[in-house]
């Protein structure tokens, strides 16, 4: 009865650590299927997809804002449209993605914004002529 129970045992923590292990290849399976959900709805091709850390803007116990890193996925659209980068917005915005003001920065070289929906968190930085997008879950 000991050999049971211990046996059973066993197979619940090597299928709990099998589990947990494969929790951050799901995470960046997730942030690849967002990409291409984003290019199937936007007809916009992404270029260079590649790990990354996403530095996201929070404000912490004391009111100050600090800056939280997760692995994450960015990708570049080259020679971006003003067409173009109209739809990649209007993704986010048509799809319950909030704008968050502690990511947002705009300048006459370009534009920073973060978007925000549930545990995905993307950044979008925009210059006259490319635009990277850089996705965590």
């Known amino acids: 009865m000991k050999k049971i129970i211990i046996f059973i045992i066993l197979i619940i923590a090597l299928f709990t650590i099998f589990l947990l292990g494969n929790r951050k290849v799901e995470e960046k399976e997730n942030i690849v299927f967002f990409f291409d959900l984003m290019e199937k709805d936007t007809n916009i091709n992404f270029s260079n997809i590649q790990n990354s850390i996403l530095e ?3 404000v912490d116990e004391n009111e100050d804002v600090v800056t939280v890193e997760r692995s994450s996925k960015i990708a570049e659209v080259k020679n971006i ?4 980068s109209r739809k990649l917005y209007s993704f986010f915005e048509e799809n319950g993605f909030e704008l968050d003001i502690y990511n947002l920065a705009d300048s006459p070289q370009g ?4 978007y925000r929906k549930d545990k995905v968190y993307c950044i979008i930085t925009q210059d006259y002529i490319d635009m990277n997008i850089n996705c965590a879950i």
């Open 81 to 84: 449209t003003e067409n173009e």
């Open 56 to 58: 996201w803007k929070v």
């Open 111 to 114: 534009s920073i914004k973060g």
